[in-house]
């Protein structure tokens, strides 16, 4: 059974980067039916997509984010990262990473981490 | 692009059926036939109730059903049960600039 976990630090400061690692356990990160993303919740408010990546490099950002935002892969330990770089108090967020099906006509999200919360703050 | 439209809240009794609205437009929920619907108890991640806009993966009820016309999707629950009450989100599939919308989020109260 297909399980994400996601890690990395619940605090960063105002300007600094945020990073977030998501481990894959129970299949392979190098399947090409599937893309690997993060999606975010702010507390009490909605979800919001950030961005995803196939395991050979290609991503796809939110435009919103884009700026700000690095996705890449280690297939070696089947993982995949997150960076968002100068982050404010409005990143403050569950960060989820999932799993996404983009093949064979099919497009969503089917496994999703249990989430983290990174609260930006000096 | 903003995120899709859906009611802030919905309700309904014990076996009663509901409808959840998601309106989008012709470059996301009318343009393609990827829609998919998520279920989410506090402080638990989504789950998918339904993808593709009417596809239910395997272990949902069928009490959950989908369909779309024109730019808006909506799920349906019939047969309402108390484990039904959740934050309910479309989500759409919205080009190759945007990629992926999701919506507000509705939340189901079970009377």
């Known amino acids: ?122 | 692009q903003s995120a899709l439209t859906q009611p802030r809240s919905v309700s309904g009794s014990p076996g009663q059926s509901v409808t959840i609205s998601c309106t989008g437009t012709s470059g996301d929920v009318g343009g393609y036939n990827y829609v998919s619907w998520y279920q989410q108890h506090p402080g638990k991640a989504p789950k998918v109730m339904i993808y593709d806009v009417t596809k239910r993966p395997s272990g949902v009820p069928d009490r959950f059903s989908g369909s779309k016309s024109g730019n808006t999707a909506s799920l349906i629950i019939s047969g309402l049960q108390a484990d039904d009450e959740a934050d309910y989100y479309c989500c759409s599939y919205a080009g190759s600039y945007t990629y992926v919308l999701f919506g507000g989020g509705t939340k189901l109260t079970v009377l």
């Open chain 1, 1 to 122: 059974q297909l399980q994400l976990q996601e890690s990395g630090p619940g605090l960063v400061k105002p300007s600094e980067t945020l990073s977030l690692i998501c481990t894959v356990s129970g299949g392979s990160i190098s399947s090409s039916r599937y893309y690997w993303g993060w999606i975010r919740q702010p507390p009490g408010k909605g979800l919001e997509w950030i961005g995803s990546m196939f395991y050979s490099g290609n991503t796809k950002y939110n435009p919103s984010l884009k700026s700000r935002v690095t996705i890449s892969v280690d297939t070696s330990k089947n993982q995949f990262s997150l960076q968002l770089s100068s982050v404010t108090a409005a990143d403050t967020a569950v960060y989820y990473c999932a799993r996404l099906v983009d093949s064979y006509g099919s497009y969503y999200f089917d496994s999703w981490g249990q989430g983290t919360l990174v609260t930006v703050s000096s």
